[in-house]
């Protein structure tokens, strides 16, 4: 079975700059979350998505947002970007029945960096 | 205070050491607790899952989970150059898939 895929791998912006971010989960995996990875704040929870929806969010700003397709793919957009959202963005998958609590399978994330 | 504490700092060890790494939390509703393993420029990997509190053995990897104290304990037993990555321990609680994560130890086993 092919694993979480993120794409692009690399990216360079600018400040004040959009982007949009792409991740394929498991197939057959339901629910799509996304973390922000920092040295200094180690890996936040952005949001989740299942079947669509927007299950939970994370203490971001309302810069950062998401959605996700019927076939389960989801983006993360980030507009105006600041400096400080230089991060490496993860993506993980799950089975997520429910109300249950899963296993996540994390993809090899994109590297975000913001000039 | 941080919901989850994991001491950040590097760690050398020789090969065949035995590892310890270690994580306290806050949130008492926490039941499910992982630990990951990231290798540089990779997406964290899941080693151990434990639910509620208890030992579980996998291999030469050994979790512990103490909800009493809210502390939990990952155990490398003969570590080897390969194991040298980065260790995450994560946990979230009853019906949500948002995941907490200490900050990481890098860990280095050397030949």
């Known amino acids: 079975k092919a694993g979480v895929t993120q794409t692009p791998r690399y990216l360079i912006k600018t400040r004040g700059q959009q982007v949009t971010l792409s991740c394929s989960p498991i197939?057959?995996?339901?629910?799509v979350s996304w973390y922000q990875q920092t040295p200094g704040q180690g890996l936040q929870f952005l949001f989740e998505?299942?079947?669509?929806?927007?299950?939970n969010k994370g203490n971001f700003p309302g810069r950062f947002s998401g959605r996700q397709f019927s076939n389960s793919r989801s983006e993360m957009n980030v507009s105006t970007l600041e400096l400080g959202d230089s991060a490496l963005y993860l993506c993980?998958?799950?089975?997520?029945?429910?109300?249950?609590?899963?296993?996540?399978?994390f993809g090899p994330g994109t590297r975000l960096t913001v000039l | 205070q941080k919901e989850v504490e994991q001491d950040p700092g590097p760690l050398s060890v020789p090969e065949g050491a035995i590892v310890s790494l270690n994580c306290t939390y806050s949130?008492?509703?926490?039941?499910?607790f992982m630990w990951y393993r990231q290798y540089s420029r990779k997406g964290p990997e899941l080693l151990m899952y434990?639910?509620?509190?208890g030992n579980k053995e996998d291999g030469r990897f050994t979790a512990q989970v103490d909800k009493s104290s809210k502390y939990i304990s990952l155990f490398i037993r003969d570590s080897q150059p390969s194991d040298s990555a980065t260790y995450l321990c994560?946990?979230?609680?009853?019906?949500?898939?948002?995941?907490?994560f200490g900050k990481g130890n890098q860990v280095v086993v050397i030949p």
């Open positions: 993980a998958s799950s089975s997520r029945q429910g109300l249950s609590t899963d296993t996540q399978y």
């Open positions: 994560a946990m979230s609680d009853y019906g949500n898939n948002r995941l907490a």
């Open positions: 949130n008492s509703a926490f039941q499910y």
């Open positions: 998505y299942f079947s669509e929806t927007q299950r």
């Open positions: 197939s057959g995996h339901r629910s």
């Open positions: 434990t639910y509620s509190s």
